[in-house]
């Protein structure tokens, strides 16, 4: 996106207006950072429950006979095993093995499939699928225009959906969908999020975006739903020791560098792309373990940001890729990438580097908050 292109806008953008919102440039889209506190709106999520605009996310729409072979071929996971209702996490990975995004990957009938990407690499991904189709019986179809993506994330969602729909949520898992109808307006249903709460995500039509917004406000005001921004779903995802891209992702990264080889199926059927560099990944993680993601908690006040390296005994032994103020902790916390050797929980002596100054940091497996089930 160059710096003289407009930004695009949501159909909810006259209403994030209209509510007081600090926009912000994301990805080439002008989206809400914060209503009001970050803080409150981060606290509404975990305790009772939040409403997010994610409609800049990138829908990508795979059909035809061969669209579970193709997918197969494109990513790294066994797009095919999934059934119909479902979804998996996934990735798309260069012929070098690096990430070129994460995905999930909804079956939403026997032949069609939607592959949802983040914002900021969503052309890249529709480019490399589409590249990818040569030779499949599969059709690769841009829906980003086609969906508005509203999602309603906490403990007191499913509460709140179910006063506007009959669709079957108590039957829903997680990482499924299912189409239904929520205040009237026709929605894809999917119990997915990036909270690390119990919620929903609500694909609809944008001229329907507005009507479900203000309705799922009404719903949920006497249990304490406030709308949030994107400044909270990052302290959000990152006390729940989920991976962004651009942080924790990169294509100088290869999922098992990532700690996340878990995704990669070898087991499948036939070749895909990036197979081979994947396959020596994964060896060189068993014989030489690759640096490892871990939780970082300050002790002192002082926040750690992405960039800053992680130090022990004088030397260099990581870098944190994600830091923030946690709500929920009461304290700073980061995701690093650290040697192998001080990725133990408790390792003693790490600190951050924070301009010059080594701040003491208490190492800790991932995540750093986990709901109560």
């Known amino acids: 996106m160059s710096s003289s292109s407009p930004l695009r806008r949501t159909a909810l953008d006259a209403l994030h207006r209209s509510l007081g919102a600090t926009m912000t440039d994301f990805a080439g889209w002008d989206m809400p950072l914060r209503y009001g506190s970050e803080r409150d709106e981060h606290v509404a999520v975990r305790t009772k429950a939040g409403l997010f605009d994610l409609s800049h996310m990138g829908e990508i ?17 066994d797009i095919a095993s999934v059934r119909v209702g479902r979804a998996r996490y996934t990735m798309i990975c260069q012929e070098d093995g690096g990430i070129l995004d994460d995905l999930i990957v909804y079956r939403l009938a026997e032949n069609e499939y939607m592959v949802v990407a983040n914002a900021s690499n969503a052309q890249v991904v529709l480019d ?3 590249e990818r189709a040569a030779g499949f019986a599969a059709a690769v179809r841009d829906d980003r225009d086609a969906y508005a993506l509203i999602a309603v994330q906490g403990p007191e969602s499913p509460g709140i959906l179910k006063s506007l729909t009959d669709a079957d949520l108590d039957g829903l898992k997680y990482y499924a969908g299912l189409p239904g109808t929520v205040a009237g307006v026709p929605a894809l249903i999917a119990r997915t999020g990036y909270t690390g709460e119990d919620g929903f995500e609500l694909f609809v039509a944008p001229e329907h975006a507005e009507k479900l917004w203000q309705a799922l406000t009404e719903a949920g005001a006497p249990v304490g739903l406030v709308p949030c921004g994107l400044s909270c779903r990052d302290t959000l ?19 098992f560098d990532a700690g996340l080889g878990r995704v990669v199926k070898f087991e499948k059927e036939g070749d895909f792309v ?25 002790e002192g006040r002082r926040v ?17 890729t994600s830091g923030a103020p946690s709500p929920t902790l009461g304290r700073p916390i980061a995701m690093a990438y650290v040697d192998a050797g001080h990725s133990a929980p408790g390792t003693p002596g790490v600190g ?6 080594h701040e003491p940091h208490e ?11």
């Open 61 to 77: 729409t795979v059909t035809g006979p061969e669209a579970d072979r193709f997918l197969n071929h494109a990513l790294v996971g």
């Open 128 to 130: 490399a699928l589409t």
């Open 237 to 255: 995802r990152l006390e729940a020791g989920m991976p962004l891209y651009g942080h924790e992702l990169s294509t100088s990264l290869t999922p």
């Open 274 to 298: 990036g197979r081979a560099a994947l396959e020596a990944a994964a060896s060189r993680a068993q014989e030489n373990p690759p640096r490892v993601l871990v939780g970082l908690i300050a």
């Open 304 to 320: 750690p940001r992405a960039g800053y390296p992680v130090v022990a005994g004088g030397e260099v032994i990581g870098e944190v």
């Open 352 to 357: 951050v580097d924070i301009r010059g100054s």
């Open 363 to 373: 190492v800790v497996a991932l995540p750093f908050y986990k709901r109560r089930k």
